[in-house]
């Protein structure tokens, strides 16, 4: 059987990998149920634009350079997956999804694009004048 340049089998790689990337995915759930964001929560976060201020009026997002180079690099397409893989994948996820018989919250591929919480104001998705990333 072949073996690799670190000593081990393609397969044992692969195994190893796919190991290590679920234990990164369960370390990144977690520093996020500690700080009590859902993973919408943290999309919302990194892509929003802008927010309502303490008068409750829209004010920009502040973002640091660490955050600037994080939402270019994805949406320009420098990192990888593309930024479309994963939106196909989000809504392959979404036709998917099994809904409890007696879950009447949201009807299965029902408003997964309209924003109706209290994290995002509608004024805000309608604003046309969106900030230069």
Same mark, same amino acid.
């Given at each position: ?10 397969? +044992?790689?692969?195994? +190893? ?7 990164? =995915? $369960?370390?990144? =759930? ?15 976060? =990194? &892509? ?40 196909? &994948? ?32 509608? $004024? =805000?998705?309608?604003?046309?004048? &969106? +900030?230069?990333?």
């Amino acid at each position: 059987m072949a073996t690799t340049p670190s000593g081990g089998t393609p397969k +044992q790689n692969f195994q +190893q990998r796919a190991r290590a990337d679920s234990k990164k =995915l $369960d370390m990144v =759930l977690k520093t996020l149920e500690d700080i009590k964001w859902s993973p919408s929560r943290f999309v919302l976060e =990194l &892509l929003r634009l802008k927010k309502i201020g303490r008068e409750g009026v829209a004010v920009t997002v502040t973002r640091t350079d660490k955050h600037k180079w994080v939402v270019k690099t994805m949406l320009n397409g420098t990192t990888k997956p593309f930024i479309g893989e994963i939106l196909d &994948l989000l809504w392959r996820n979404a036709n998917r999804t099994e809904f409890q018989e007696n879950d009447k919250s949201v009807p299965p591929g029902h408003k997964m694009f309209i924003g109706n919480s209290s994290f995002i104001n509608n $004024d =805000l998705i309608k604003e046309k004048h &969106l +900030q230069k990333i």
